[in-house]
């Protein structure tokens, strides 16, 4: 499949590093010849200088017969414009990155005029994130499955926790819960975990099961994490933005948002009549004092450097702010911040990347199986994805212990008629089934890719 | 330096040659050769003794960065030259070693320059192994290896392509190495194989055929017979040569262009037009300055300075002729064509008509530059700007190309030869020309230098095979600092 990108910034980069991987055909159309030699010499792929919107440029980069464009610059309406010269061109779909929070409300509309497959917003994604977060404090990360009636968590085991260097097969007596324990974390390195692996503490786990299971199952080792009411955000980006609309549906929240832009503090005074905006630099650790840190239930770090996010989180957690969440731009340090005592960290360019991968990746499967959900865990070391079985795929209604499975994958959860099933050896696969799959190895773009026969 | 990703690539390339060496270790079989086949078998065997366990190498990090693309073309290539030279030695057809040496180098640079008084007398087999050699160099045989193995492609394969292919800034075809390399040596395969069949459709024989076809496509010169292309003495072969040679000397993107049906993309690129111009200029020139002189009638003025001149400026070095007593205008403008080269993205040797463009854009600037020290002016090639760390780079390159000239022509000057015969076998050896003037003209050969000599031009054959960078990187101490 050919899939030209438009923009080599960040979230180019990654999409066409994600891409290559996956084995398609990239073409980067960039204006900027030093950031596009640099991607050619370290992707398998092809670059492209110009502009991505001009119709001479499009042709060179062999647009008219690709399968997909997805412009990727930092301005709206240069990928909107990329786009639509694609379609005319004869590009099947199209993908714009489209961020500007005043375009949301007329999304629809853009899609349809432009005729745009699908759009994503990088910041409402992360704040999405977010959200998720700071409403279920014990997780560091959650992701959602089958219209949300699953999910996925991460969290660490701390030090004297019950189910430390306690073994997997032993956890349902300990806890009496209906969950399982699908990946580990350990030192960076991924474990898909059998029966006998055993918990030790500083692991980071993943959990899927349903949110009422995955809170008892929390309950019971005692990890209830508390509510979480007042919260920090330094950084009064469009993330900010996002968050404080969704965090402010809840009641009994309240938010302190410290930004040095007069201009943007003026603005969202305007936008967000019930937070409270206080003019000043974030890295100044003295203001933040001065503004109640150490009460604090949550600190988020939003700026857009990442240097001050870390250092501000290493300090919050310092102070014992229960939780902290910080936003990276880069990927490669995600190893070390883990070591730094920030266990949440969001990272917007690779949200955006496993959006657009699952979409390319269902796209690739014409027929069979497709990928409903795609979420990269990990760091990128793993995935869970979501599948609806079909009349196609091989081995339905056998029971799941005579199956072959490949090694280093997990049938993670069986979703059957809006009943969530935690699979055990006696259970089958049914047509229709949404089946849930953890592996740290392999890709998967079909249900039937898990077999090994 | 990575080391053993080196080694590592090494072994795959010594492995790809013992594979190649079984297509002429079958027709020395076929033709009963025994002691042949014998020399044939040791080097493959040695091949694959050293090959197989540094193809099995695992370097802690697969990355490949610049330094390791050209240390590997580099150090591939002089292993390849060592190698491919055993068969000549092991069978006793090149007594000494040095020749051996040269020969296999003069055969994988596509150079074509030959210590061998008689060709005729060589076996089959031998023949096949030296017109290979120029097919396999021609493109390139880490191109190759990444054509079969894509794994070899890999992210950073782009290193290796640029080191090895030629040209001013080489590129890919289509986003995947693997295909891109893959789509070069079809083009390559479909051409040698449709001169083939045309020389075949004009009564040559099989054998010479294939011969032939394997010195035009690689632009490299060795021929089955002592007087070239003159030999088979048929107007209609020197035609299908010649277009083929002129041919070959073209940028296969302009074939792929061709092929996706781009054709106003094709016929737009300005190194072509050039390249097409300086051709068509030289045959002018040369003819007229034939006419009267040399040859009585136009017709055969034409003739001959058409072949020669597509022979020089691709640098594959075949002659129609079997004595150069042309005037020494026509002489120097082959000389000075020599150094021209075919287009960037060939087989051809040479400055190539890219680079040379470039320079003259440069002067006209500068010198524009002087009347008007204030103005603006950038450097287009195909309409569209040339990078200024480009220009830099090609500028650069020339010159550093006219230094290497110069020391050679001192070290080879020690024979005390005459001057054409000198000054035109560096500049030929330099250009992977084959075929120079004086005692290595047509119907020469270059058994009379000292074996000093031998080994400078073939360092020059390897310097202008892959563009000097690669081998003087291998041999500059900096490389090899770590710090």
Redesign the interface.
């Known amino acids: 499949m ?1 899939i030209v990108i438009v923009g080599d910034g960040k979230v180019g980069y990654s999409l066409a590093e994600q891409l ?1 991987k996956e084995g398609y ?3 980067v159309i960039d204006k900027n ?1 030093e950031a596009l030699m640099h991607t ?7 670059g492209v ?1 110009g502009n991505g919107a001009s119709i001479a440029v499009q042709n060179q980069a062999g647009v008219p017969d690709c399968d997909v464009l997805i412009a990727a610059t930092s301005a709206d309406e240069m990928n909107m414009l990329c786009c639509l010269t694609a379609k005319n061109l004869g590009a099947k779909h199209t993908i714009a990155r489209i961020r500007n929070p005043e375009y949301m409300s007329q999304l629809q509309t853009l899609k349809e005029q432009f005729g745009l497959s699908m759009t994503v917003n990088p910041e409402l994604e992360t704040a999405r994130e977010i959200a998720r977060v700071i409403k279920f404090s014990p997780a560091l990360k959650i992701e959602t499955f089958s219209k949300g009636r699953v999910e996925l968590i991460e969290f660490k085991i701390s030090q004297n926790s019950p189910i430390a260097h306690k073994k997997l097969m032993e956890l349902p007596a300990a806890t009496n819960t209906q969950v399982l324990i699908c990946a580990v974390d350990r030192d960076n390195q991924v474990h898909i975990p059998g029966g006998d692996f055993q918990l030790l503490p500083e692991d980071h786990i993943h959990i899927t099961g349903t949110t009422a299971d995955i809170t008892r199952f929390l309950h019971s080792i005692g990890e209830d994490g508390m509510p979480i009411r007042r919260i920090m955000i330094v950084g009064g980006g469009r993330i900010c933005y996002y968050l404080c609309h969704m965090l402010l549906e809840d009641r009994g929240i309240d938010i302190k948002i410290v930004e040095k832009n007069r201009d943007r503090c003026d603005e969202l005074c305007e936008l967000l009549p019930k937070v409270t905006v206080i003019h000043g630099d974030g890295s100044d650790i003295e203001l933040l004092e001065s503004e109640g840190m150490d009460q604090m239930d949550a600190f988020i770090a939003l700026t857009g450097m990442d240097e001050e996010n870390l250092i501000m989180s290493m300090v919050a957690s310092h102070k014992g702010i229960p939780k902290i969440i910080t936003k990276t731009a880069r990927f490669k340090y995600m190893p070390l911040i883990s070591r730094m005592g920030i266990d949440t960290v969001v990272n917007p360019k690779s949200t955006t990347t496993s959006q657009i991968v699952q979409y390319v990746r269902a796209m690739s499967n014409a027929e069979g199986s497709n990928i409903i959900t795609l979420h990269k865990i990990l760091d990128g070391n793993a995935e869970a994805a979501e599948f609806v079985a079909t009349e196609k795929t091989r081995h339905l209604d056998t029971p799941l212990k005579n199956l072959r499975l490949k090694e280093n994958l997990l049938i993670a959860v069986i979703v059957r008629d809006g009943k969530v099933i935690i699979p055990h050896g006696q259970d089958i696969i049914r047509k229709g089934d949404s089946v849930i799959v953890v592996t740290s190895e392999h890709r998967l773009t079909d249900l039937n890719d898990i077999f090994r026969d | 330096m990575n080391h053993k990703l080196i080694l590592q690539y090494l072994g795959k390339v010594l492995s790809l040659l013992a594979a190649f060496m079984l297509l002429p270790l079958l027709v020395s079989l076929v033709n009963g050769d025994l002691i042949e086949a014998r020399g044939f078998v040791f080097t493959i065997l040695m091949l694959m003794a050293v090959g197989i366990p540094l193809g099995r190498l695992k370097a802690s990090t697969t990355k490949l960065y ?1 330094k390791e693309g050209f240390i590997i073309v580099a150090v591939s290539w002089l292993a390849l030259s060592f190698f491919g030279a055993l068969p000549f030695y092991f069978s006793g057809a090149i007594p000494s070693f040095i020749d051996c040496l040269f020969e296999t180098v003069s055969g994988f640079t596509t150079t074509g320059a030959s210590i061998l008084r008689d060709v005729e007398s060589l076996s089959p087999g031998i023949l096949l192994w030296r017109s290979f050699t120029h097919w396999i160099g021609g493109m390139g045989v880490l191109i190759f290896l990444m054509a079969i193995i894509p794994a070899v ?7 290796l392509l640029k080191a090895e292919s030629p040209g001013h800034d080489p ?2 075809l ?6 891109t390399s893959m789509l070069l040596y079809v083009i390559y395969l479909v051409l040698t194989v449709v001169e083939i069949l045309l020389l075949l459709a004009g009564g040559m024989s099989p054998f010479h055929s294939i011969i032939t076809a394997m010195g035009t496509a690689s632009t490299g010169g060795f021929s089955s017979m002592n007087a070239s292309i003159a030999g088979f003495n048929s107007l209609y072969c020197e035609i299908v040569v010649a277009v083929f040679m002129f041919l070959f000397g073209i940028n296969f993107n302009i074939f792929y262009l061709l092929f996706i049906r781009r054709l106003t993309g094709a016929l737009k690129n300005e190194e072509l037009r050039v390249y097409f111009g300086v051709v068509v200029a030289a045959i002018a020139l040369i003819t007229i300055n034939l006419t009267g002189t040399t040859y009585p009638t136009v017709g055969q003025s034409l003739r001959y300075a058409a072949f020669q001149v597509c022979s020089y400026i691709t640098t594959t070095g075949f002659f129609s002729i079997t004595q150069m007593n042309w005037p020494l205008f026509s002489r120097m403008i082959l000389l000075a064509l020599m150094f021209f080269g075919g287009c960037s993205g060939s087989t051809a040797g040479g400055l190539k008509i890219s680079r040379i463009v470039i320079v003259w854009k440069e002067i006209r600037r500068a010198l524009f530059q002087i009347i008007h020290p204030r103005s603006v002016e950038i450097v287009k090639l195909d309409g ?1 700007a040339v ?1 200024k760390g480009l220009v830099h780079g090609v500028c650069v390159y020339c010159c550093l190309c006219i230094f290497l000239f110069f020391s050679s022509l001192f070290i080879v000057s020690l024979d005390n030869m005459d001057v054409e015969t000198t000054v035109s076998a560096v500049a030929s050896c330099l250009n992977n020309v084959g075929a120079a003037l004086g005692k290595v003209g047509p119907g020469g050969n270059y058994a009379d230098f000292s074996p000093l000599s031998k080994g400078v031009l073939a360092f020059n054959m390897l310097l202008g095979r892959l563009e000097l960078y690669p081998l003087l990187l291998l041999i500059s101490p900096r490389t090899w600092r770590t710090v």
């Open positions: 050919n290559c055909n990239i073409t010849a050619q010499e370290t992707l398998d792929v092809m200088l | 610049a492609a890999g992210d950073r394969a782009l290193h590129g890919k289509v986003p995947k190495m693997h295909q569209k990078d």
